[in-house]
Nanobody, 127 residues
Framework: QVQLVESGGKLVQAGGSLRLSCAAS????????MGWFRQAPGQEREFVAA????????YYADSVKGRFTISGDGAKNTVYLQMNSLKPEDTAVYYC????????????????????WGQGTQVTVSS
Protein backbone atom coordinates (compact mmCIF):
# COMPACT_ATOMS: atom_id res chain seq x y z
CA GLN A 1 0.00 0.00 0.00
CA VAL A 2 1.12 3.53 -0.76
CA GLN A 3 0.50 6.58 1.36
CA LEU A 4 0.77 10.02 -0.21
CA VAL A 5 1.40 13.14 1.82
CA GLU A 6 0.84 16.65 0.50
CA SER A 7 2.27 19.84 1.91
CA GLY A 8 2.55 23.51 1.08
CA GLY A 9 -1.05 24.64 1.20
CA LYS A 10 -1.65 28.00 2.84
CA LEU A 11 -3.36 31.35 2.58
CA VAL A 12 -2.01 33.52 -0.22
CA GLN A 13 -3.09 36.74 -1.88
CA ALA A 14 -4.44 36.81 -5.39
CA GLY A 15 -1.62 37.10 -7.88
CA GLY A 16 0.76 35.33 -5.58
CA SER A 17 2.52 32.02 -5.94
CA LEU A 18 2.58 28.78 -4.06
CA ARG A 19 4.31 25.44 -4.42
CA LEU A 20 2.71 22.21 -3.35
CA SER A 21 4.67 19.05 -2.71
CA CYS A 22 3.67 15.43 -2.54
CA ALA A 23 5.62 12.30 -1.80
CA ALA A 24 4.90 8.66 -1.17
CA SER A 25 5.75 7.40 2.28
CA UNK A 26 7.65 4.18 2.76
CA UNK A 27 8.82 1.86 0.07
CA UNK A 28 7.03 1.62 -3.21
CA UNK A 29 7.69 0.94 -6.84
CA UNK A 30 7.72 3.73 -9.38
CA UNK A 31 4.38 5.11 -10.40
CA UNK A 32 3.23 5.42 -13.98
CA UNK A 33 2.03 8.96 -13.40
CA MET A 34 1.15 11.40 -10.67
CA GLY A 35 -1.29 14.22 -10.65
CA TRP A 36 -3.14 16.89 -8.77
CA PHE A 37 -6.85 17.34 -8.27
CA ARG A 38 -8.74 19.93 -6.31
CA GLN A 39 -12.12 20.27 -4.70
CA ALA A 40 -13.78 23.50 -3.66
CA PRO A 41 -16.65 23.60 -1.17
CA GLY A 42 -19.83 22.34 -2.78
CA GLN A 43 -18.01 21.40 -5.96
CA GLU A 44 -16.97 18.17 -7.59
CA ARG A 45 -13.38 17.10 -7.45
CA GLU A 46 -11.69 18.35 -10.60
CA PHE A 47 -8.52 17.57 -12.45
CA VAL A 48 -5.71 20.11 -12.23
CA ALA A 49 -2.52 18.64 -13.66
CA ALA A 50 -0.71 15.36 -14.18
CA UNK A 51 2.63 14.08 -15.37
CA UNK A 52 3.41 10.78 -17.02
CA UNK A 53 6.88 9.63 -16.07
CA UNK A 54 7.50 7.29 -18.99
CA UNK A 55 7.27 9.90 -21.71
CA UNK A 56 7.37 13.00 -19.57
CA UNK A 57 4.04 14.18 -20.90
CA UNK A 58 2.19 16.78 -18.91
CA TYR A 59 -1.51 17.46 -18.75
CA TYR A 60 -3.29 20.55 -17.50
CA ALA A 61 -6.81 21.67 -16.99
CA ASP A 62 -7.69 24.62 -19.20
CA SER A 63 -8.29 26.74 -16.13
CA VAL A 64 -4.67 26.48 -15.00
CA LYS A 65 -2.72 26.35 -18.25
CA GLY A 66 0.00 28.96 -18.31
CA ARG A 67 -0.19 29.46 -14.56
CA PHE A 68 0.54 26.08 -13.00
CA THR A 69 3.48 23.79 -13.64
CA ILE A 70 3.75 20.18 -12.57
CA SER A 71 7.10 18.52 -12.00
CA GLY A 72 8.60 15.71 -10.01
CA ASP A 73 10.54 12.49 -9.93
CA GLY A 74 8.71 9.34 -10.89
CA ALA A 75 11.42 7.09 -9.51
CA LYS A 76 10.88 8.62 -6.09
CA ASN A 77 7.14 9.05 -6.48
CA THR A 78 7.34 12.73 -5.74
CA VAL A 79 5.47 15.48 -7.48
CA TYR A 80 5.23 19.25 -7.19
CA LEU A 81 2.77 21.82 -8.33
CA GLN A 82 4.06 25.32 -8.86
CA MET A 83 1.13 27.69 -8.85
CA ASN A 84 1.57 31.22 -10.11
CA SER A 85 -0.83 34.10 -10.66
CA LEU A 86 -3.24 32.57 -8.20
CA LYS A 87 -6.88 33.54 -8.36
CA PRO A 88 -9.60 33.32 -5.72
CA GLU A 89 -11.25 30.60 -7.78
CA ASP A 90 -8.16 28.46 -7.21
CA THR A 91 -9.21 28.15 -3.58
CA ALA A 92 -9.74 24.47 -2.83
CA VAL A 93 -8.37 21.43 -1.13
CA TYR A 94 -5.66 20.07 -3.38
CA TYR A 95 -5.12 16.34 -3.58
CA CYS A 96 -2.11 14.48 -4.81
CA UNK A 97 -2.73 11.22 -6.63
CA UNK A 98 -0.55 8.42 -7.95
CA UNK A 99 -1.30 6.18 -10.88
CA UNK A 100 0.42 2.82 -10.98
CA UNK A 101 -1.52 1.13 -13.72
CA UNK A 102 -1.57 2.15 -17.35
CA UNK A 103 -5.18 1.65 -18.25
CA UNK A 104 -6.06 2.87 -21.69
CA UNK A 105 -9.74 3.12 -20.88
CA UNK A 106 -9.08 5.88 -18.36
CA UNK A 107 -7.74 9.25 -19.41
CA UNK A 108 -5.25 11.12 -17.28
CA UNK A 109 -7.83 13.61 -16.08
CA UNK A 110 -10.13 10.87 -14.84
CA UNK A 111 -9.74 10.36 -11.08
CA UNK A 112 -10.65 6.70 -11.52
CA UNK A 113 -7.30 6.25 -13.26
CA UNK A 114 -5.46 6.88 -10.01
CA UNK A 115 -4.79 4.25 -7.39
CA UNK A 116 -3.74 6.24 -4.34
CA TRP A 117 -4.65 9.61 -2.92
CA GLY A 118 -3.29 11.97 -0.32
CA GLN A 119 -5.36 13.57 2.40
CA GLY A 120 -5.31 16.96 0.76
CA THR A 121 -3.86 20.35 1.55
CA GLN A 122 -5.87 23.55 1.78
CA VAL A 123 -5.06 26.40 -0.58
CA THR A 124 -6.88 29.65 0.05
CA VAL A 125 -6.47 32.62 -2.27
CA SER A 126 -7.70 35.93 -0.94
CA SER A 127 -8.70 38.92 -3.04
Amino acid sequence: QVQLVESGGKLVQAGGSLRLSCAASGRTFSSYAMGWFRQAPGQEREFVAAKSWSGGSTYYADSVKGRFTISGDGAKNTVYLQMNSLKPEDTAVYYCAARFRRRAEYQMQNPIAYDYWGQGTQVTVSS
